[in-house]
């Protein structure tokens, strides 16, 4: 936690960029972009029941902190493809150790819980 005390506000910092990162569609839009550049629709189809206004929000945001990029090519109708930056490829390292570790842990979260609720329910 010594890593944390840094400038002031730092910590601050460090909390309000993992509520960003940490929810679901910013994970999934990181995840379907590491696969390779997309397309609005085709991000929108792959993610799945993610709605335009909340898609369309999360790119903003991601491209706001320099995650994404969006390139916008002069077509009628124009088309516009969305990629990860140097920084959201950097991003993809640890969010993609997050999800493995999540994954080969399941079995031991899921007994922690059931101890857990056993105990709670006593």
Known sequence: ???FHGPEG?????S???SRIGDKWTMLVIAYLG???MRFNA???????ISQKMLTAT???LERDGFV????TPTRPPQVEYALTDLGRCLQVPVSQLACWTVDNLGRIDAARAV???????
């Open 43 to 49: 991000l929108r189809r792959g993610i799945g029941n």
């Open 35 to 37: 696969e390779q550049p």
């Open 16 to 18: 309000d960029m993992l």
């Open 1 to 3: 936690m010594e890593r």
């Open 59 to 61: 790119l903003r945001n």
């Open 10 to 14: 730092s910590c601050s910092a460090v």
């Open 69 to 72: 990029s969006r390139t916008v």
């Open 116 to 122: 857990y609720d056993a105990r709670e329910a006593e």
